[in-house]
C-alpha cells in the first residue's frame, strides 16, 4: 500500500474523532480543519509509516544502535531518532566477472562463475559486513586463482563438478558470519586460448583419421580372407570352367578379339586331370570347336557393324 492510502486513511480517522470533538465540544469548525490539514501534511513530510514487502525486512537503527529487524507490513520508524536498512531475503544471482587464471601447467584460463545465495540474517548482512555482495565476488576469484592454480589444464577441464563444490565450501565458512547462505556456486564458462583449441581440434581429426583407415584396413583384410579362403578350396577343374566362362563373357559383348593367355592343351589337361586321362583329347575338341565358334561370331559381328 502506497503512502498516500496511509495519509488517507489517516486523514479519515482524524477527521472523525475532530469531528466528534466539535460537535460535543463545540469548537469551532475552522480551527478544526486548520489542525486537521497540518497534521495530514506532517504525515506526508515524514518517513515515520514504512511498509514493508513479504520478502523485505528492515534493519532498525534507534541512535546509531541496533534496535531491531522490522517487517513485514507496516512499520513506524520515529523521526529523527530512528533510520533503517532495507535487507531483499530472496535468492539472488551474483555473476562474477569472467577472472584470468593460470593453471599449474601455465595455461591461461577465462572462468566464468555464478553465485546463488539469500540473506537469512538481516542483522548480520548489514552490521557484519560493508557490503557482502562485493566481499563475495572478490573472494571468489581469489579461491579461483588458488584452486585453479594447483591444477593442470585438463583436471581443470574435467573436474568443473570437483571445484565447484571447493569453492562453494569454502565460501560458505566466511558467508555464514555475514549471515549469508550459499546456495549453490557454478562455473559457468571455461574459456582455453585459441591455439590449445585449435590442437585440439587437430588431434581430434587426426584420431577420427586413423579410425577410419583402421575401419578400412579391417574390412580390406576381411575381404582378402574370405577370397584366400574361397580360393583354396578351388580344384584344377573349377579353376578351368571359371576361366572358360570368363572367356564366353567376353565373347559376348563388343570385343572383336581374345587373347587366351593359356594354351588349349594345358586347359584340357585340368580340366581332364591329365594327358593320359581318355577324356583329355575329347576335351581339347570341344575347346578347339569353342574357340573357332568365338571366332566365327565375332568376325560376323565385325562384318555387320562395318556394314552399318
Do not use: C
Not at 531518532?81 to 577465462?110: A, C, G
Not at 557490503?131 to 573472494?139: A, E, G, T, V
Not at 574390412?219 to 584344377?236: E, H, P, V, W, Y
Not at 593367355?261 to 583329347?281: I, N, V
Request: net charge neutral; aromatic share 8%; glycine share 4%.
Amino acid at each position: 500500500m502506497k503512502k498516500q492510502t496511509i495519509v488517507f486513511v489517516v486523514l479519515i480517522v482524524l477527521f472523525a474523532i475532530l469531528f466528534a470533538t466539535t460537535f460535543f465540544i463545540n469548537t469551532n469548525l475552522l480551527v478544526t480543519l486548520i489542525i486537521l490539514a497540518a497534521i495530514a501534511f506532517a504525515i506526508q513530510q515524514s518517513q515515520a509509516i514504512v511498509q514493508f514487502a513479504e520478502y523485505q525486512r528492515g534493519v532498525v537503527l534507534r541512535m546509531g544502535k541496533f534496535h531491531r529487524v522490522a517487517g513485514p507490513g507496516w512499520v513506524f520508524i520515529i523521526p529523527q531518532l530512528e533510520e533503517y536498512f532495507l535487507v531483499d531475503m530472496r535468492t539472488r544471482t551474483i555473476d562474477v566477472p569472467p577472472q584470468p587464471v593460470i593453471t599449474k601447467d601455465s595455461v591461461e584460463l577465462i572462468v566464468d562463475t555464478v553465485i546463488y545465495l539469500r540473506v537469512i540474517d538481516p542483522k548480520k548482512a548489514i552490521l557484519a559486513v560493508t557490503d557482502f555482495k562485493s566481499s563475495i565476488i572478490k573472494f571468489i576469484a581469489a579461491q579461483l586463482r588458488s584452486v585453479i592454480g594447483n591444477l593442470k589444464m585438463t583436471d581443470v577441464i574435467e573436474g568443473i563438478s570437483d571445484i565447484n563444490n571447493n569453492l562453494k565450501t569454502a565460501l560458505e565458512d566466511i558467508a555464514k558470519d555475514w549471515g549469508i547462505e550459499i546456495v549453490k556456486v557454478e562455473i559457468q564458462t571455461v574459456e582455453l586460448p585459441k591455439e590449445i583449441l585449435d590442437a585440439m581440434h587437430h588431434k581430434r581429426a587426426a584420431e577420427q583419421n586413423k579410425y577410419a583407415a583402421e575401419q578400412q584396413a579391417m574390412a580390406k583384410q576381411i575381404t582378402i580372407d574370405a577370397i584366400n579362403t574361397a580360393a583354396s578350396k578351388l580344384t584344377d577343374p573349377a579353376l578351368a570352367y571359371i576361366y572358360m566362362e570368363t572367356l564366353k563373357n567376353i565373347a559376348d559383348g563388343k570385343s572383336n578379339k581374345i587373347i587366351f593367355p593359356l594354351e588349349f592343351s594345358k586347359l584340357a589337361e585340368r580340366l581332364a586331370g591329365g594327358t593320359d586321362s581318355d577324356k583329355y583329347q575329347e576335351i581339347l575338341g570341344q575347346l578347339l570347336k569353342a574357340y573357332k565358334k568365338t571366332i566365327t561370331e565375332t568376325e560376323d559381328k565385325k562384318q555387320e557393324s562395318t556394314g552399318d
